[in-house]
């Protein structure tokens, strides 16, 4: 633990780092995605064009993709922009297709009585589609987090101060403690990252958790097999 | 009122599903449409709130055309029940019956107020307004659908299959609960079925289809029951099979108990010898 200790200042702000250029995808992913998806259930032509060329994107390695980006968006080479820029086009690539099964998972019947109900597109989709279309987003954006966690150490072989940095400085010096360290800081960040989403989904929707009075006997089955196994 | 005039109905794929249909459905009746799958009673029905726009012809509701109409609008102000219930799976039971006054610009807490009268009045228990649809039957949730329709108070309740999909004993418990609660709301109420006893049970007028929205009959249920029009009604209503044909076997000498027999030899029921005189309420089965 020594290693950790005298260079636990550098850690946490590699850390701190890493969680920043994470954050950034994984939202853009979604804000963009959603859309996207919502136009890919529209119809099976709508489909099959944005689905293939959004997975198309996710094929591009990630390396010269780090490197061609500066001289299409015109950024520096070594700005962070690149690596967020990059990351959130792996994002969109993963989130569409599942934003296309959330929307698509959203039952006929009740796009139809919201339809005779006198709600507008607009408000369809707002007050309906999007909401009932979250328990599949929400695990696609799951994916996408632990993804994109996990790419943002590649960005440091493009100058990128991040949890990378520590897989390969220790790599290049031996430190095997180093290499742990950074594999366990980031497993912890997308560990958070998951439990926030998680959480994120009980407050938002409260709907689609488990019926408590019918099902409370399996819940309870449920339980007690957890803690068996947790305890085995 | 609400008036069919020569009104057509081609899908873009070609099928014809509606030929020239005229009819007037008049007001704080029950009107129902009952024909087998695919004889267009349900198109013609989301022609009312413009689901489905008629390709020729009108749709007039007291004497305006629905075309010249928002269809949102329209809507938010004719009650609409579906088969299985079409609630919102996201939206508490009480949020669920308030969804049209909310749209139409309620404050939430008068129309959930509003709501809980309304569970009474389709009689659920007060109870039942904080769960999930799915923490509920399928009677339970038809009965929602009922309350939720009746929210805006609308003057024109559409009624599409709505109790297709519960078990018999719950349908005819529904069945009476509409009959119930239509004499007392006193809405125009257009019934979509393809069940020929629940068409008799619930209609003033009824409409009886052919495939493709042609209509075989319309009248009453005991006009069309006193006077198939022709092979077709008759088959369709189960007369020609003398399924609804009655006649009397003696059956116990001592009590003087007279049983009612169908055309298939079925028992349909008992005339008891203290009641002089007969009624057909005795004999139907339930």
């Known amino acids: 633990m020594n290693w950790l200790f005298s260079n636990f200042d550098m850690v946490v702000e590699l850390t701190l780092?890493?969680?920043?250029?994470?954050?950034?995808?994984?939202?853009?992913?979604?804000?963009?995605?959603?859309?996207?998806?919502?136009?890919?259930?529209?119809?099976?032509?709508?489909r099959g064009v944005i689905i293939t060329s959004t997975s198309l994107l996710y094929t591009i390695p990630s390396l010269p993709l780090f490197v061609i980006l500066p001289a299409i968006i015109g950024t520096k080479v070594l700005s962070d922009t690149n690596l967020i820029v990059a990351l959130s086009i792996y994002a969109v690539a993963i989130m569409v297709r599942a934003a296309a099964d959330a929307f698509s998972s959203v039952s006929v019947d009740v796009k139809q009585a919201s339809l005779a109900m006198g709600y507008s597109k607009w408000q369809q989709f707002w007050r309906?589609?999007?909401?009932?279309?979250?328990?599949?987003?929400?695990a696609g954006m799951r994916v996408v987090s632990v993804s994109t966690i996990a790419l943002v150490s590649v960005g440091v072989l493009i100058g990128s101060e991040n949890l990378g940095y520590l897989f390969f400085n220790g790599k290049q010096r031996g430190l095997l403690e180093e290499v742990v360290t950074g594999i366990v800081a980031s497993l912890l960040i997308a560990l958070v990252f998951d439990l926030v989403l998680v959480l994120l989904g009980r407050i938002l929707l409260p709907w689609s958790r488990k019926d408590r009075t019918r099902r409370s006997a399996d819940s309870e089955t449920v339980s007690l097999t957890v803690t068996t196994g947790g305890a085995a | 009122m609400i008036e069919f005039r020569s009104v057509s109905k081609r899908f873009p794929d070609g099928t014809l599903a509606v030929d020239d249909f005229s009819i007037v459905?008049?007001?704080?009746?029950?009107?129902?449409?009952?024909?087998?799958?695919g004889s267009g009673k349900t198109t013609l029905l989301r022609m009312i709130n413009r689901m489905v726009d008629p390709t020729a012809g009108?749709?007039?509701?007291?004497?305006?055309?629905?075309?010249?109409?928002?269809?949102?609008?329209?809507?938010?102000?004719i009650g609409y029940v579906m088969q299985n219930g079409g609630l919102l799976p996201h939206r508490r039971i009480v949020d669920n019956v308030a969804t049209v006054p909310v749209l139409r610009g309620v404050p939430r807490g008068e129309a959930r107020e509003h709501a809980l009268e309304l569970l009474d009045t389709v009689g659920l228990d007060r109870s039942l307004a904080t769960k999930y649809p799915r923490q509920l039957s399928g009677g339970q949730q038809q009965r929602v659908g009922v309350a939720r329709a009746l929210a805006a108070d609308p003057n024109i309740l559409l009624m599409d299959e709505p109790f297709g999909a519960v078990d018999p004993i719950v349908r005819l418990e529904l069945q009476r609960e509409l009959k119930r609660l239509q004499k007392d709301l006193d809405k125009t109420v257009v019934f979509v079925t393809h069940d020929i006893d629940e068409a008799f049970a619930l209609a003033d007028q009824v409409v009886i289809f052919r495939t493709g929205g042609i209509v075989a009959q319309v009248g009453t249920p005991s006009e069309v029951l006193g006077n198939p029009a022709d092979e077709f009604v008759a088959s369709f209503i189960g007369a020609d099979r003398g399924q609804r044909q009655l006649h009397l076997e003696p059956r116990n000498p001592e009590t003087g108990q007279v049983m009612v027999v169908d055309a298939s030899g079925r028992p349909a029921g008992l005339l008891s010898d203290d009641e002089s005189r007969a009624s057909t309420g005795a004999a139907s089965p339930s």
Request: aromatic residues 4%; positive net charge; glycine residues 8%.
């Open chain 1, 17 to 46: 780092n890493h969680v920043r250029l994470s954050i950034i995808p994984i939202i853009a992913g979604f804000v963009i995605a959603v859309p996207l998806g919502r136009l890919a259930a529209t119809g099976r032509a709508a």
């Open chain 1, 128 to 138: 309906v589609e999007f909401p009932l279309a979250g328990p599949v987003l929400l």
């Open chain 2, 25 to 37: 459905i008049p007001s704080r009746q029950t009107t129902v449409f009952v024909g087998s799958s």
């Open chain 2, 58 to 77: 009108q749709v007039v509701i007291d004497g305006d055309d629905v075309a010249k109409e928002n269809p949102v609008q329209l809507r938010r102000r």
